[in-house]
């Protein structure tokens, strides 16, 4: 990793010439995950060509080797160039959602987002940008040096990443002050785990139950943060609101009103802007059981 930790020192437009050779190698050199992508893609856009598959799927490439240079440039990036490179979007409901529950204090808020654009940057851009605590909810690495490196990096500016396990707790633990959780909700539930199966990007798939059960334990609001890529080094983050309380905890286990606007959501973010979505990501690798 100490290479790793000294890649972060370049300068951006090295950075990118990096990138260009790391996606050569992933694209045609080894062919990393392609049929994983290109059948990902097919899934979501069933009216595209096979020639509009394989365009789709290397402007993926281009676009993930340079999120791989990116964030390692985050380890070293200062406050001002988050800033300068990440533009907010709806902050302001945000701020004012937290504060209009009749409480002397404001009040945290849940922020469920997607593998998209630049998901490392947009932590510490909203920091920089609205001067707010910032607590992610991660799924530890398997690789012990890479999960340490990225832990670093989401831990700057008073960041305190939580541990996915430790999530439920630490939120009900923590009631009082403006604070934004914000938790990467797309990932695939573990294999037992209790979760809600619905339509996503036309193929059924699971999600976690956890951010929607901790909004009804809370009353918290809840909003969706979109990243845009606006050219190569800049992004937008978008907040959208997606349920404000008082909920109503009904006991339908089909009811699942939060997680069905969150995949809604991240469905017109996906389709709005492909090409920087994780299409790598093995999303419906699980198949539904007769009791789920």
């Given at each position: 990793m100490?290479i790793?930790?000294?890649?972060?020192?370049?300068?951006?437009?090295l950075?990118?010439?990096?990138?260009?050779?790391?996606?050569?190698?992933?694209?045609?050199?080894?062919?990393?995950?392609?049929?994983i992508?290109?059948?990902?893609?097919?899934?979501?856009?069933?009216?595209k060509?096979?020639?509009?598959?394989?365009?789709l799927?290397?402007?993926?490439?281009?676009?993930?080797?340079?999120?791989?240079?990116?964030?390692?440039?985050?380890?070293?990036?200062?406050?001002?160039?988050?800033?300068?490179?990440?533009?907010?979007?709806?902050?302001?409901?945000?701020?004012?959602?937290s504060?209009?529950?009749?409480?002397?204090?404001?009040?945290?808020?849940?922020?469920?987002?997607?593998?998209?654009?630049?998901?490392?940057?947009?932590?510490h851009?909203?920091?920089?940008?609205?001067?707010?605590?910032?607590?992610?909810?991660?799924?530890?690495?398997?690789?012990?040096?890479?999960?340490?490196?990225?832990?670093?990096?989401?831990?700057?500016?008073?960041?305190?990443?939580?541990?996915m396990?430790?999530?439920g707790?630490?939120?009900?633990?923590r009631?009082?002050?403006?604070?934004?959780?914000?938790?990467?909700?797309?990932?695939?539930?573990?294999?037992?785990?209790?979760?809600?199966?619905?339509?996503?990007?036309?193929?059924?798939?699971?999600f976690?139950?956890?951010?929607?059960?901790?909004?009804?334990?809370?009353?918290?609001?809840?909003?969706?943060?979109?990243?845009?890529r606006?050219?190569?080094?800049?992004?937008?983050?978008?907040?959208?609101?997606?349920?404000?309380?008082?909920?109503?905890?009904?006991?339908d286990?089909?009811?699942?009103?939060?997680i069905?606007?969150?995949?809604?959501?991240?469905?017109?973010?996906?389709?709005?802007?492909?090409?920087?979505f994780?299409?790598?990501?093995?999303?419906?690798?699980?198949?539904?059981?007769?009791?789920?």
């Amino acid at each position: 990793m100490l290479i790793i930790r000294i890649m972060s020192f370049l300068p951006f437009f090295l950075i990118y010439r990096l990138g260009w050779f790391f996606y050569l190698s992933l694209y045609h050199l080894c062919g990393y995950r392609k049929n994983i992508v290109c059948n990902n893609i097919k899934q979501a856009f069933p009216e595209k060509s096979e020639k509009e598959v394989r365009f789709l799927a290397k402007q993926f490439y281009r676009h993930f080797a340079d999120l791989f240079m990116e964030v390692i440039k985050a380890h070293q990036m200062n406050g001002k160039a988050f800033k300068k490179r990440c533009r907010i979007k709806g902050g302001e409901q945000l701020i004012r959602q937290s504060t209009l529950r009749g409480v002397e204090k404001a009040k945290p808020v849940i922020v469920l987002t997607i593998h998209q654009g630049n998901w490392e940057w947009m932590l510490h851009a909203v920091s920089q940008h609205l001067g707010v605590p910032i607590d992610p909810v991660y799924k530890p690495l398997h690789h012990k040096g890479w999960d340490q490196f990225i832990h670093e990096i989401r831990s700057r500016f008073n960041s305190r990443p939580i541990p996915m396990k430790q999530a439920g707790r630490n939120i009900l633990k923590r009631k009082n002050g403006f604070r934004l959780f914000v938790m990467l909700a797309d990932q695939t539930p573990v294999e037992g785990e209790r979760s809600y199966w619905v339509s996503y990007l036309n193929k059924e798939a699971p999600f976690y139950l956890g951010a929607e059960k901790i909004a009804f334990l809370t009353q918290y609001p809840v909003f969706f943060a979109q990243c845009r890529r606006l050219e190569r080094g800049y992004y937008e983050l978008e907040f959208k609101e997606l349920a404000v309380p008082p909920y109503e905890n009904t006991r339908d286990k089909n009811n699942h009103q939060i997680i069905d606007a969150y995949v809604k959501a991240a469905e017109a973010a996906i389709y709005e802007q492909p090409e920087t979505f994780l299409w790598s990501h093995r999303r419906w690798k699980r198949r539904r059981k007769s009791n789920e």
